[in-house]
């Protein structure tokens, strides 16, 4: 039973530093479409996959480390990206985010 514990251990492991890796690979080529990207809706789209890879990263962390407390902070940074998408796409439609009429 500890073999079977201990192989268990080594994959997940393997499987933790394995996404990891590609989470920051994909990081880095967002970070390169935001910089480099064509037109400000391509840029709204990798703000959004950024900040889906990182709560994946978060939630990786929390595999790593045993915890549970982390969980909040996946679920904060899941509102707050919903909020800030709906605000990226509503200046990019109009050109303001909050409307304001003083009539």
């Given at each position: 039973m500890t073999e079977l514990l201990s192989?268990?251990?080594t994959i997940l492991e393997i499987v933790t530093?394995?996404?990891?890796?590609g989470i920051s690979i994909s990081l880095?080529?967002?970070?390169y479409r935001i910089i480099d990207g064509p037109t400000n809706a391509d840029r709204a789209v990798?703000?959004?996959a950024i900040g889906i890879n990182l709560m994946g990263l978060a939630a990786l962390v929390a595999i790593i480390i045993s915890t549970t407390m982390l969980n909040d902070v996946i679920l904060l940074i899941g509102?707050?990206?919903?909020?800030?998408t709906i605000a990226i796409?509503?200046?990019?439609?109009k050109g303001v985010i909050i409307d304001r009429n003083l009539d």
């Open positions: 192989i268990t251990g530093k394995v996404c990891v890796i880095l080529l967002l970070l990798a703000l959004d509102i707050l990206l919903f909020i800030g796409a509503k200046y990019l439609e």
